[in-house]
């Protein structure tokens, strides 16, 4: 329970600051005369460097360990929250976009690590429930961020929000520190949890003090839960399907929820307050359903449970967004969007990441789930950017004739479209995963279930707190009893009475030289949209940034 409440502590700070902007991009445009680029370039700015840091932070939880990996990212977190509070009291947005660029350094390797982190913990019981908590704690932060900031600025002044989100910051860097201080007496004191590779390099130092052979045993242990970056194009096509799908909800998730105050005050006539209110139960959507999902999932038996979920968050998504594309004349009100839309993003957030143990064995998960982040942080960031600019127009003629409501159509026509393509990606994703389940069930009924165990024991195994229990239970086979066998090749247990994830997962692994060079084509086409993102953030920066005197 300390282990949870410390995981959920830790994004606190981050996922404040991130909502902290959205209801004040009126306000900032009238008070140091942001455009609607620039207020897109400061929100880019913050998800720019998640493009490739989740990556490395599933890398540097693997080789740091999940503890050092923490320190750093909120460290930086705070450090760029600093920078953000001093450019907003000199009104400078370089600075402002600066410190947002700082503070994304540290935001998803933070993610990554607390998902890891809570995996890691409550892999074998209650995984769902637990993930959905930590998430729950990010996502009320969110909430009260995105419903406070306006109010805080409007009673105490525009840094208001800023000196909340820094005090913030600085408080969930104490709880790392604490979690830090307490890790190894938790880790000792779980009795399920797994051992990561840092942990057993640092206890193969320790024990080759006294003993060589053991010291040595557990080196070998360590190199085999170690990750290589190399090992990514072998995860299998399902794995690429599920990565593309992750690019489409970053372009309809969150960019929608940073623009929304904005489009609501504008497109239906109301108040910054009013605006702001509503645009804030986009987000409360996720504190009331995470738990009720992680519950379900936990729970339920059906092996495409969680696509069919998916699929459920996209319709309602997509309803969502077809109400706000209606004309406002005969809508009249942003509500209904607002209820489906919260309701959509309420629980498919969570089911993506407890996707991820079904489709890669333990070792495999926090690079898994950095991936994730990155291309969803790239679709978020490309179109972001992207959205900024439609609303400023490519026309000034047209936009001064047809006044804002032409480009927010537009911008929402484009909404409506992308989460046309996430609906159809999921259907793919779930033809994919039921055609790649008979597979492993014809597979399975062919080859029998020789060498399951061994396999299952040395994947699954798991310490009681002792030391001879570490070693008895981390060591296993030194190597696999079938060198031809694929790296990646698991088998689910005989027991159906367990969750289905990750445990009933289908067996994984690479079945020809044809399926690993499709996945190095999708690792440099996942690349080459990373570096999209880059180019178009830099350039719209180098054209449109302006500098305070210029602005005024």
Known sequence: MLALLCACSLSVGSHYASYTLGPLKSRLAREINTSNTEFSLLISAFSLNSTWTPLVGGLMASKLGTTLTSIIATGVIFFGQVLLLVGDIKGDVRLMVFGLFVFGFGVSPLAVVQESIIVRFFKSHGLGVSMALGLVAGKLASFISARTSLPLAERFGRHAPFYASTFLAALSLFINLVYMASSKWLIRGSGTVLLEASEIRSEARRRSLYDLSEAQALEKVAKKRHIRFKDIPKLGDIFWAYIGLNVLC?????????????????????????????????????????????????????????????????????????????????????????????????????????????????????????????????????????AGLVLDGASPHRRAQKGSQYTTQKLLNVFFGFNVLQLLGIIILSYLDHRRRQAAETLGNAVGDEGGAERESEEESTFTGGEGDILASEIGPLSSPDPRKPLLDRRPRADSRASYFPSSCPSQGVRGHSEIRRGRVFVCLCAILVGSAWVLFLSTAWLRLRSRQQRD
């Open 250 to 386: 970053g372009t309809i998730w969150a960019p929608f929820t940073h623009l929304a105050a904005n489009i609501f005050e504008k497109r239906y006539g109301l108040t910054e307050n009013a605006a702001s209110t509503q645009a804030s139960y986009l987000l409360i959507g996720s504190i009331l359903l995470y738990p009720v999902t992680g519950f379900m999932v936990d729970r339920m038996k059906h092996p495409q449970a969680v696509l069919r979920m998916f699929m459920l968050s996209s319709v309602l998504t997509l309803l969502g967004y077809a109400w706000l594309v209606l004309p406002p004349a005969w809508t009249g009100t942003p509500s209904p969007a607002v209820a489906a839309f919260a309701t959509g993003i309420g629980f498919s957030p969570l089911l993506l990441v407890v996707l991820v143990p079904q489709l890669v064995p333990f070792k495999f998960v926090s690079t898994t789930l950095g991936v994730h982040k990155s291309m969803e942080q790239t679709g978020a960031t490309i179109f972001q950017t992207i």
